[in-house]
């Protein structure tokens, strides 16, 4: 079936709307982060560029490292925006976009987050690297699509519990990484966690300023959350504000997703790293490197 011009946007030149990317822009292998400016922290490393572009906050590279052909591409903060990436890059390998149909034949694209993030557990400390495991959504992003088969129903019933959400909230939703690709990542100093991606930045992560939360206890409950997975009980680590979105969406349509995150903030401790740039540096070659191994 023909997909219609106002579902899948192109712009004049055939490209991918708000991206303005075409299928042979980017690798298979694609790389997160929030912020444009980081796109080139991350590829000042690569062997060789082929391709660049930057619309609005979506800024994309793609080229080489080590032999190994990476895309970097920027999303801005948010699940919203989030929202915009995953489809138009699925979109990119999964539909024709001249004949506006999908494909037979579907391609599974590796996602990698590499970002920022605030601990709220005193034993993960600033300065160190987590791998999510889980994230759970505040926002309400997966449930606009068909998902409940890739939810964590016990998870999200128990969390719901725990913090006597509020019913005008939107329900939050548990969904995993990819295994295997998180396994790339795995090393002694990474910790593994479960993720919280927040909505917004101030009072829906439990910061106050001018403005009173309409729950002053949020960040401790959060922390006291325990969920019995296995041999031992499964709590929420750190703060965010993409991760859940990349990895439902991922899940959807078939993408291998997972979230690198550079711990910059404690929270439990009120502390901030004193080389926050460093440390994003660090990550970064960390990354690249396990993808090269």
């Known amino acids: 079936m023909k997909i219609a011009a106002s579902e899948l946007i192109l712009n004049e030149d055939g490209s991918i709307y708000h991206l303005q990317l075409k299928p042979e822009n980017i690798a298979n292998t694609i790389i997160t982060v929030g912020d444009p400016d980081r796109v080139d922290t991350i590829t000042k490393y690569f062997d060789s560029i082929r391709f660049s572009t930057h619309k609005r906050e979506f800024k994309t590279t793609t080229g080489t490292y080590k032999g190994k052909e990476l895309t970097v591409i920027s999303t801005g903060i948010g699940t919203d925006n989030i929202d915009i990436v995953l489809n138009e890059l699925d979109a990119l390998v999964n539909i024709d976009l001249e004949t506006r149909t999908v494909k037979s034949t579907q391609t599974s694209l590796d996602i990698i987050r590499i970002g920022t993030s605030g601990s709220i557990q005193s034993d993960i400390p600033i300065d160190s690297f987590l791998i999510s495991k889980y994230a759970i959504g505040l926002d309400a992003l997966v449930h606009f699509y068909n998902s409940a088969h890739i939810q964590n129903e016990e998870i999200q019933q128990s969390f719901v519990q725990h913090m006597s959400w509020a019913p005008e909230k939107s329900t ?79 899940k959807l349509l078939g993408h291998r997703a997972v979230s690198l995150n550079a711990i910059l903030a404690n929270r439990a401790s009120g502390t901030f790293s004193a080389s926050p740039r460093k440390l994003t540096e660090n990550l970064i070659q960390f990354a690249l490197d396990c993808l090269v191994k």
Do not use: W
């Not at 939703?173 to 930045?201: E, K, M, W």
């Open 172 to 250: 939050p939703y548990v969904v995993s990484c990819d295994a295997s690709l998180a396994a790339t990542f795995s090393a002694p100093q990474v910790h593994h966690g479960f993720t919280a991606t927040n909505i917004g930045f101030y009072a829906p992560q439990g910061r106050r300023l001018r403005l009173d939360t309409s729950d002053a206890s949020m960040n401790d409950k959060l922390a006291s959350f325990r969920f019995r997975e296995s041999e031992k009980d499964l709590r929420i680590t750190n703060l965010e504000m993409e991760t859940s979105g990349i990895y439902g969406l991922a």
